[in-house]
């Protein structure tokens, strides 16, 4: 291999698997949410200046708190740089600063493949009524991923954002990529890029990795393996995704025999794993179900969703085509009702009886 290529330049610096666990090791058990406050319908809405809510962050953080929560998985935007690059990275500052207040850390997210492919910056759509995640948006868009005349200019992104925080505690860890090669089958599928997605995302991510690896974190990389089971062979994008990843991250929506399954065949990277999106109680995937396996393997546990509101994922993914407003019979993710009332009280109980058994 050209030791000059992208993948060869991310894989040098790689952590160690001794590495890698010993880290791991040094953490308490790793559990939060994939969150997102209420008042957003998307990472910009979260971000933008004009509609930036400290005090929302604040109040919905301390309820993930008292669940015995300490890690958020958080999603960015490359817009957000381009728009006000020290403005964004001060209210970075300001989340972590409003997150470490309730004892919790952060996984961030870089770029995301799924649901709209064209973001704009600017005032963001209200919600569709009944329809899940109806506003959220993919970065880099799609008018980026088709150009690689584009990708450099990506690059001042992942290394302004790494440097500023590559040694603050408060970031646990950097996704680079979520779903990279999400079709978006169910919603966008014929504005986006099919099974092209995965060959035109392959060469961006590599790059991605290698920005990530020169800003010199003290922080470990993933990007999620997601899609199909995670049998051998791998798909060739999946390959790299572990291959250059310093800890391992995967998606399941699973019912716990099926998550057994998904996880053990990730085992033989002996690395440590994370669990970075499940909860869909209509399959299956609920608190009760499926944590206590993943806090008894120790796997890090991030579930869709915290507090429902305008992103509007208690509806499940099928909404884009059968809406259900004004709520549907079975929230598919999120906790908590907007003004902090629990969905289940049930569920808050299990949570804290799991969480205040951590030693």
């Given at each position: 291999?050209?030791?000059?290529?992208?993948?060869?330049?991310?894989?040098?610096?790689?952590?160690?698997?001794?590495?890698?666990?010993?880290w791991y090791d040094a953490q308490p058990w790793l559990l939060g949410c994939n969150f997102i406050p209420s008042c957003?319908?998307?990472?910009?809405?979260?971000?933008?200046?004009?509609?930036?809510?400290?005090?929302?962050?604040?109040?919905?953080?301390?309820?993930?708190?008292?669940?015995?929560?300490?890690?958020?998985?958080?999603?960015?935007?490359?817009?957000?740089?381009?728009?006000?690059a020290p403005g964004f990275l001060d209210r970075l500052d300001q989340f972590l600063a409003i997150a470490d207040k309730?004892?919790?850390?952060?996984?961030?997210?870089?770029?995301?493949?799924?649901?709209?492919?064209?973001?704009?910056?600017?005032?963001?759509?209200?919600?569709?009524?009944?329809?899940?995640?109806?506003?959220?948006?993919?970065?880099?868009?799609?008018?980026?991923?088709?150009?690689?005349?584009?990708?450099?200019?990506?690059?001042?992104?992942?290394?302004?954002?790494?440097?500023?925080?590559?040694?603050?505690?408060?970031?646990?860890?950097?996704?680079?990529?979520?779903?990279?090669?999400?079709?978006?089958?169910?919603?966008?599928?014929?504005?986006?890029?099919?099974?092209?997605?995965?060959?035109?995302?392959?060469?961006?991510?590599?790059?991605?990795?290698?920005?990530?690896?020169?800003?010199?974190?003290?922080?470990?990389?993933?990007?999620?393996?997601?899609?199909?089971?995670?049998?051998?062979?791998?798909?060739?994008?999946?390959?790299?995704?572990?291959?250059?990843?310093?800890?391992?991250?995967?998606?399941?929506?699973?019912?716990?025999?099926?998550?057994?399954?998904?996880?053990?065949?990730?085992?033989?990277?002996?690395?440590?794993?994370?669990?970075?999106?499940?909860?869909?109680?209509?399959?299956?995937?609920?608190?009760?179900?499926?944590?206590?396996?993943?806090?008894?393997?120790?796997?890090?546990?991030?579930?869709?969703?915290?507090?429902?509101?305008?992103?509007?994922?208690?509806?499940?993914?099928?909404?884009?085509?059968?809406?259900?407003?004004?709520?549907?019979?079975?929230?598919?993710?999120?906790?908590?009702?907007?003004?902090?009332?629990?969905?289940?009280?049930?569920?808050?109980?299990?949570?804290?009886?799991?969480?205040?058994?951590?030693?």
């Open positions: 291999m050209n030791p000059e290529t992208p993948q060869a330049a991310a894989k040098s610096d790689r952590w160690s698997a001794e590495r890698a666990n010993a957003a319908i998307n990472q910009l809405e979260m971000w933008q200046p004009e509609t930036f809510a400290p005090a929302v962050l604040d109040r919905e953080l301390g309820w993930a708190a008292e669940l015995g929560m300490n890690s958020v998985r958080v999603f960015l935007h490359d817009l957000l740089w381009t728009q006000d309730h004892g919790i850390g952060a996984m961030l997210v870089f770029f995301d493949s799924c649901w709209h492919p064209f973001p704009r910056l600017g005032r963001q759509p209200e919600p569709e009524p009944g329809v899940h995640n109806s506003g959220w948006v993919q970065s880099p868009g799609l008018a980026v991923i088709r150009d690689p005349a584009r990708f450099a200019a990506l690059e001042p992104y992942i290394t302004g954002v790494v440097s500023r925080f590559r040694a603050d505690r408060r970031v646990q860890v950097w996704d680079l990529w979520n779903e990279p090669e999400n079709p978006n089958a169910n919603s966008y599928a014929p504005r986006d890029l099919g099974e092209r997605k995965a060959a035109v995302v392959r060469p961006l991510l590599e790059h991605v990795f290698a920005w990530a690896r020169a800003a010199r974190p003290t922080q470990p990389l993933t990007s999620c393996v997601w899609n199909g089971d995670f049998s051998m062979p791998l798909s060739p994008l999946a390959t790299m995704q572990t291959q250059l990843s310093d800890v391992i991250s995967y998606h399941s929506y699973d019912a716990l025999p099926a998550l057994r399954i998904r996880t053990e065949q990730l085992r033989q990277f002996n690395r440590p794993l994370l669990c970075t999106e499940y909860l869909s109680r209509p399959t299956g995937s609920t608190f009760h179900a499926v944590l206590p396996y993943l806090k008894a393997e120790r796997i890090a546990a991030y579930n869709w969703g915290l507090v429902a509101g305008k992103t509007q994922t208690n509806f499940p993914w099928d909404s884009w085509q059968n809406p259900s407003p004004p709520e549907p019979p079975l929230w598919f993710h999120d906790i908590f009702r907007a003004d902090g009332t629990p969905y289940l009280p049930v569920e808050i109980q299990f949570l804290k009886s799991l969480t205040a058994r951590q030693g």
